[in-house]
C-alpha cells in the first residue's frame, strides 16, 4: 500500500461528500449509529491515532468542527500528516481499508 493509494482513497471520499450541505451530513446513514457527521469524525480520529502511532507521540483528540463541513478539510490534513509520518505500508492499508468502509457506510 503505498501513500499514492491513500491519497487516492481519500480523494474518493473527498469527491463523495465535499459538495454536502449541513441536512445531509446530519442524517443518519442505513444502519448506521450516528450521523454522516460522526462517521466522517471518527474516521479522521483513526486516521490521526495511526499518525500519532507512526510519530511515537501521544494520540490526541481531533476536535470536532463546529461547522461539519470542515470535516473534509479535517480529513485530508490527518491523512496527510499520516504519510507524512512515513509509517510501515500495513499501517497505510490500514488507513486506506478505514477511508473506503467509511465511503461504504455513507
Known amino acids: 500500500m503505498s501513500a499514492a493509494e491513500l491519497d ?3 480523494g474518493l471520499l473527498v469527491r463523495q461528500v465535499g459538495h454536502w450541505q449541513q ?16 462517521l466522517v469524525h471518527r474516521l479522521v480520529q483513526e486516521i ?3 499518525g500519532a502511532d507512526a510519530e511515537g507521540g501521544p494520540r ?3 476536535p470536532r468542527p463546529v461547522n461539519d463541513l ?4 479535517q480529513l485530508r490534513v490527518v491523512a496527510a500528516d499520516l504519510v507524512a ?4 505500508d500495513d499501517v497505510l492499508a490500514r488507513a486506506a481499508a478505514e477511508v473506503a468502509a467509511t465511503r461504504d457506510l455513507l
Open 8 to 10: 487516492r482513497a481519500v
Open 23 to 38: 441536512p445531509r451530513w446530519a442524517a443518519r446513514p442505513d444502519g448506521g449509529d450516528g450521523s454522516r457527521a460522526d
Open 48 to 50: 490521526a491515532d495511526l
Open 60 to 62: 490526541r483528540r481531533v
Open 70 to 73: 470542515a470535516l473534509v478539510d
Open 85 to 88: 509520518a512515513a509509517p510501515p
